[in-house]
């Protein structure tokens, strides 16, 4: 059985046309506040949901040497907050 998630990635990896659509008119939203906490950056994240959007964000913090200490994810199917 194929992953659902596959079903908008064609098959060179690339997203359907209404996945990449969404992502155009509604473009993720990074805010960095490093007031919050004396201790930690807080970074919230506000993007349409596709399949490897979180792992990408991971990546991406990851690659800059920063650690997670705490995540809080949210969907409501369509969008995700982190």
Known sequence: ???PQQNSVTSDGLLLEYETL???LHPPNVVIDNETYDDATLITIDSANRPGTLI??????TE???SI????ISSD???FVD
Request: proline share 0%; aromatic share 4%.
């Open 77 to 79: 199917g369509g969008w």
């Open 1 to 3: 059985a194929q992953n």
């Open 69 to 72: 200490r705490r995540a809080r």
């Open 56 to 61: 990408e964000v991971v990546q991406c913090l």
């Open 64 to 66: 800059l040497n920063l």
């Open 22 to 24: 969404e992502l155009r």
